[in-house]
């Protein structure tokens, strides 16, 4: 069965951490996965995303240094570990993946349930 499960996300102070967690059936052990985010009003963009074998292919530069996309492969388990959050990173953040790892956001077929991460400063 194809399945994209989130769990994680939810209210924090700006400064502080979430670790939101993504777990993947088998069905989606040689894909690409990747995490994604969508602020009201605004369009769906993409975070990080890393490739089957673990090798982390992009991170945006605007949370370079501050999270990390990482993937435990004996529980088809993505991970999104978001430290020093700030206010404009309020937004719905979702898992996809994909066949391989693609640039563009609408080349996403397959995607979780998002959940919500909100800052306030």
């Known amino acids: 069965q194809e399945q994209l499960v989130q769990s994680g996300g939810g209210s924090v102070q700006a400064g502080g951490s979430l670790r939101l967690s993504c777990e993947a059936s088998?069905?989606?052990?040689?894909?690409?996965l990747g995490w994604f985010r969508q602020a009201p009003g605004k369009e769906r963009e993409e975070v990080a995303t890393?490739?089957?074998?673990?090798?982390?292919?992009y991170t945006d530069s605007s949370v370079k240094g501050r999270w990390t996309i990482s993937k435990d492969n004996t529980k088809n388990t993505l991970f999104l570990q978001m430290n020093n959050l700030k206010p404009e990173e309020t937004a719905m953040y979702y898992c996809?993946?994909?066949?391989?790892?693609?640039?563009?956001?609408?080349?996403?077929?397959?995607w979780g349930q998002g959940t919500q991460v909100t800052v306030s400063s």
């Open positions: 996809a993946a994909g066949g391989v790892c693609y640039r563009d956001v609408n080349m996403y077929t397959h």
């Open positions: 890393i490739d089957s074998d673990g090798t982390i292919t």
């Open positions: 088998e069905f989606y052990s040689t894909y690409c």
